[in-house]
């Protein structure tokens, strides 16, 4: 059974950081990322990374300089290093992972404010 937990969101003030967890099981997943879903908008991609020996990152323009993705492959988990937080950040974040068979698996989803 596969499995995605995530942890590390929060309230937090602006220009402030975060950082979020999410620690897979069940599959050896190929992608890994963050999405993020804020009220009334539809879910994007915040930041993704394979896990090959030279591990490609991909951001939303409007995070690249502030947010970080990194992944360790022996403990099957993403991290999400956000920096220079702003309100417009705040979102429902979400992990997401595919694995080699192509199949997609989110977790539950980690709640991010960032007051002004």
């Known amino acids: 059974q596969v499995q995605l937990v995530e942890s590390g969101g929060g309230l937090v003030q602006a220009g402030g950081s975060l950082r979020l967890s999410c620690t897979a099981s069940?599959?050896?997943?190929?992608?890994m990322a963050w999405y993020r879903q804020a009220p009334g908008k539809q879910r994007e991609l915040v930041a993704s990374?394979?896990?090959?020996?030279?591990?490609?990152?991909n951001y939303a323009d409007s995070v690249k300089g502030r947010f970080a993705i990194s992944r360790d492959n022996a403990k099957n988990t993403v991290y999400l290093q956000m920096n220079s937080l702003k309100p417009e950040d705040t979102a429902v974040y979400y992990c997401?992972?595919?694995?080699?068979?192509?199949?997609?698996?989110w977790g539950q989803g980690t709640q991010v404010t960032v007051s002004s």
């Open positions: 997401y992972a595919r694995n080699l068979y192509y199949l997609d698996f």
């Open positions: 990374i394979t896990s090959d020996g030279s591990p490609k990152t």
């Open positions: 069940g599959s050896i997943f190929s992608i």
